[in-house]
T-cell receptor, first 116, second 114 residues
Framework: AQSVTQPDIHITVSEGASLELRCNYS??????LFWYVQSPGQGLQLLLK??????LVQGIKGFEAEFKRSQSSFNLRKPSVHWSDAAEYFC??????????????FGKGTHLIIQP | DVKVTQSSRYLVKRTGEKVFLECVQD?????MFWYRQDPGLGLRLIYF???????EKGDIPEGYSVSREKKERFSLILESASTNQTSMYLC?????????????FGPGTRLTVT
């Protein structure tokens, strides 16, 4: 069965500092990998995705993530965080079965706190 | 832009009531999904659907059913609501025909069962 681990429940970062959120996955085939962000009281917004090709993917809001197959990781990074980045971040893995796209398996999330 | 709407942002129901949560998407997506989100547990897949009248169980289908009579609409049904179904419910949709499987989410319905 597929699974996603986000080892950090909470992370606190100073505004302007760099950020890395960790994600490890388990999946039997080539995974589709996603990072979503959820602001308080809101639904989930897609930050970026990886299907194939270049292992470094760029997303919205200045985020990027790197797929490392040997480490089964898909860590999210941002060089300089802004107070508006405070939110819950979810890593997810999914795939495709014969009938269509499967539901995603999500990690439990990392709560990002930005210190002024 | 893809838009996924959910019929209610907040809902309060009593134990034993039948509850309907409605989701509509406007991008002609083939796939639709229902998740529940609980603190410390992340999102868990309840049911999904590849096509009209098709449904597949997710990881936690017990106590729920779904209906998809039209391509744009996917309903989640709690036949007899219980307090342990108090949660945030998120609907999502995705396209298979474009070859991209990212899911687009609605704003969520926070359901409280008393």
């Amino acid at each position: 069965a597929q699974s996603v681990t986000q080892p950090d429940i909470h992370i606190t970062v100073s505004e302007g500092a760099s950020l890395e959120l960790r994600c490890n996955y388990s999946y039997g085939a080539t995974p589709y990998l996603f990072w979503y962000v959820q602001s308080p009281g809101q639904g989930l917004q897609l930050l970026l995705k990886y299907f194939s090709g270049d292992t470094l993917v760029q997303g919205i809001k200045g985020f990027e993530a790197e797929f490392k197959r040997s480490q089964s990781s898909f860590n999210l990074r941002k060089p300089s965080v802004h107070w508006s980045d405070a939110a819950e971040y979810f890593c997810a893995v999914g795939g495709y079965s014969g009938g269509g796209a499967d539901g995603l398996t999500f990690g439990k999330g990392t709560h990002l706190i930005i210190q002024p | 832009d893809v838009k996924v709407t959910q019929s209610s942002r907040y809902l309060v129901k009593r134990t034993g009531e039948k509850v309907f949560l409605e989701c509509v998407q406007d991008m002609d997506h083939e796939n639709m999904f229902w998740y529940r989100q609980d603190p410390g547990l992340g999102l868990r897949l309840i049911y999904f659907s590849y096509d009209v009248k098709m449904k597949e169980k997710g990881d936690i289908p017990e106590g729920y059913s779904v209906s998809r009579e039209k391509k744009e609409r996917f309903s989640l049904i709690l036949e007899s609501a219980s307090t342990n179904q108090t949660s945030m419910y998120l609907c999502a949709s995705s396209s298979t025909s474009t070859g991209a499987y990212e899911q687009y989410f609605g704003p969520g319905t926070r359901l409280t069962v008393t």
